[in-house]
């Protein structure tokens, strides 16, 4: 990751462990666990944040669940710490998505958000195919637009994901980064033959849209021909075990 992605992640992680202890100090509980942490992420502005907000959970829900779950009173000028299960989650996680499903793990936080209609994919990408495909998407907005700065944070990350964890759940057993280099040159064709027929039509100034949309496709097909170089084709016995 670039310098500027690690800063914006140290922030998002730094922040939501604040938030999380402080609402263990204010229920005088010694320890900070994942319930504090969904708090602290309810109350975030990142993708996730939003996503349990629209879903209609609600501040109440998260601090019931804090009284539910077993912890140590705080001691007369003590501070609270986090607990293991949150030293990991936030030592590890990339983006606020990422720690939801982390803390999905957990029985109580997964049912609560399963009341909500907000349940956890049967499978995941990990952390390296979510940041070659938004690397891929973000080198393919720039051929777009150059000269724009298109760069990333947690929530373009957790966004990423989200997309990512739907190719996923389909039938397809592609690889994550082919799928969604796939998908994005579907999109850019499309894309481009609206803008041809633009330029046709004299609806736009000249074909220069059509050229970036072109110039897009072939910088995915080239990276797309890079990964099946890397990771070679299925032969026929691997194609049979598919099969059957």
């Known amino acids: 990751m670039d310098s500027t992605l690690d800063k914006r992640i140290a922030a998002m992680r730094g922040s939501l462990m604040d938030t999380a202890l402080e609402a263990a100090e204010s229920r005088g509980q010694r320890l900070a666990g994942v319930a504090h942490v969904l708090y602290a992420l309810y109350r975030d502005d990142g993708f996730a944040g939003r996503l349990l907000r629209a879903h209609g959970l609600e501040s109440a829900e998260i601090r019931r669940l804090m009284g539910t779950v077993p912890n140590m009173p705080l001691a007369d000028g003590g501070k609270p710490v986090p607990n ?21 793990g957990n029985d109580q936080v997964a049912g609560l958000l399963a009341s909500h209609g907000i349940g956890k994919p049967d499978r995941q990408p990990t952390q390296a195919q979510v940041l070659a495909a938004a690397q891929a998407s973000v080198e393919a907005a720039g051929l777009l637009a150059p000269g724009r700065d298109y760069g990333m944070d947690p929530s373009y990350l957790a966004r990423v994901r989200l997309m990512l964890e739907a190719a996923l759940d389909g039938d397809s057993e592609m690889n994550a980064r082919t799928e969604t280099l796939a998908e994005v040159i579907d999109w850019l064709g499309d894309e481009a033959d609206r803008e041809w027929e633009h330029a046709k039509d004299g609806l736009s100034d000249g074909y220069g849209g059509f050229d970036a949309y072109t110039r897009a496709i072939e910088h995915c097909q080239d990276m797309l021909m890079d990964d099946t170089a890397e990771h070679g084709k299925p032969d026929e016995g691997e194609k049979n075990e598919q099969a059957e």
């Open 84 to 104: 293991l299960s949150t030293r990991r989650i936030l030592k590890h996680a990339n983006d606020t998505l990422e720690i939801l499903r982390y803390l999905q």
